[in-house]
């Protein structure tokens, strides 16, 4: 038993939980702006990924709002931060891994525009 609680760990480790902010020190799939307010761009977003069966989670950022995909075994698979500044919505989409990330989740961000 406890060699399999051993391997499960040594598994979690090396498999690890990505934080945001690694997630967020990757190069961003996708940079951009929206004609929306911060909170209908990313109502828009939440919505299409939440009602597809993704669960959704969000933190305040200072001038918005981040949009999160969580993984399942800690951290996150997909962040979308999206911002108003000067009077302007703009946005960056991060994925932890893009080649093993649906493309949904860039398709959505651009039909939300």
Do not use: H
């Not at 967020?24 to 909170?39: E, F, L, M, Q, W």
């Not at 669960?55 to 999160?68: A, D, F, K, Q, R």
């Amino acid at each position: 038993m406890k060699k399999v609680v051993g391997i499960l760990l040594v598994m979690f480790a090396v498999t690890g939980c990505k934080s945001l902010d690694s997630v967020r020190a990757t190069k961003p799939v996708n940079i951009g702006g929206s004609d929306k307010s911060v909170n209908s761009f990313s109502s828009c977003v939440s919505g299409k990924w939440a009602g597809n069966g993704t669960p959704v989670t969000s933190l305040p950022l200072e001038n918005g709002i981040s949009i999160l995909v969580p993984q399942a075994m800690g951290g996150y698979d997909v962040v979308l931060d999206v911002t108003e500044n000067n009077g302007k919505t703009s946005y960056v989409l991060y994925e932890r891994v893009p080649s093993m990330t649906s493309d949904s989740y860039e398709k959505t961000v651009l039909s939300c525009r």
